[in-house]
C-alpha cells in the first residue's frame, strides 16, 4: 500500500491534527447527517484537547464474516495511525449497522485501565440507545463513559464499571429513596 495515510513521519499526525485537517468520524455507511457528523467531531476533538488522547469512530458497512470485527477496528487503527504519542493512546469505536455489531478497541496503556467489564458496562450502555434506534446517543455514550474514565486515571485513580453506569430510572429512583431517608 502506498498511499499517502501510510507516511511513517511520525509528526505528521500532529501536523494535520494542529491544522484542522483530521478526520475523528469516518462515515463509509453514509448513517450521520452532517450535524451530526459535526457534533461528533467536535465531541471527539475536545477529547483530543483535553486529555491528549485519540478517539475515532469508524461506521463501515458489513466487513464480511470472514474478518473478526474487533481486530478490523485495531488495525484500522494501525493503518491510520491513530494513537496519541510514543504509547499510541487511543480508542476506535467500530459500528456496522447491517450486522449490528459495535465495539470499541484501545490502544496504548490505556487498555489496561479499561478493564473487560469496564468495557462491556460501556458498550451495555451505549446498546441501550442502539436499541432504541439512536446511535449518535450510543456514540455519545460511550463517549461520555471515555470521559469519565479518563478523568479518574487523570486524578490517580483506577477505572471501575461502576464509574460507567450512566442513570438508569433504576438507579436514580434508588439515589432518590436514599436521600429521602437521609
Known amino acids: 500500500d502506498t498511499s499517502a495515510t501510510s507516511s511513517t513521519d511520525e509528526n505528521d499526525a500532529d501536523e494535520t491534527t494542529d491544522g484542522g485537517e483530521f478526520t475523528w468520524v469516518y462515515d463509509a455507511y453514509g448513517l450521520l447527517s452532517d450535524e451530526q457528523y459535526t457534533e461528533l467531531e467536535d465531541e471527539l476533538a475536545e477529547i483530543y ?4 488522547y485519540d478517539v475515532v469512530l469508524a461506521i463501515s458497512p458489513d466487513i464480511g464474516e470472514e474478518h473478526d470485527y474487533r481486530q478490523y477496528a485495531a488495525t484500522f487503527m494501525q493503518t491510520n ?26 490502544r496504548g496503556d490505556t487498555q489496561k485501565d479499561f478493564s473487560t467489564s469496564v468495557q462491556d458496562e460501556m458498550l451495555d450502555n451505549c446498546k441501550v440507545y442502539l436499541k432504541a434506534d439512536d446511535p449518535v446517543g450510543g456514540y455519545q455514550s460511550l463517549i461520555r463513559n471515555l470521559r469519565s474514565g479518563l478523568d479518574r ?30
Open 49 to 52: 484537547d483535553e486529555y491528549k
Open 81 to 106: 495511525e491513530i494513537g496519541y504519542g510514543d504509547t499510541h493512546e487511543g480508542m476506535c469505536i467500530f459500528h456496522q449497522p447491517d450486522t449490528r455489531n459495535i465495539t470499541i478497541v484501545f
Open 153 to 182: 486515571i487523570s486524578e490517580g485513580r483506577k477505572v471501575r464499571p461502576l464509574d460507567m453506569q450512566e442513570g438508569s430510572f433504576a438507579g436514580i429512583f434508588l439515589s432518590d429513596l436514599f436521600l429521602c431517608f437521609l
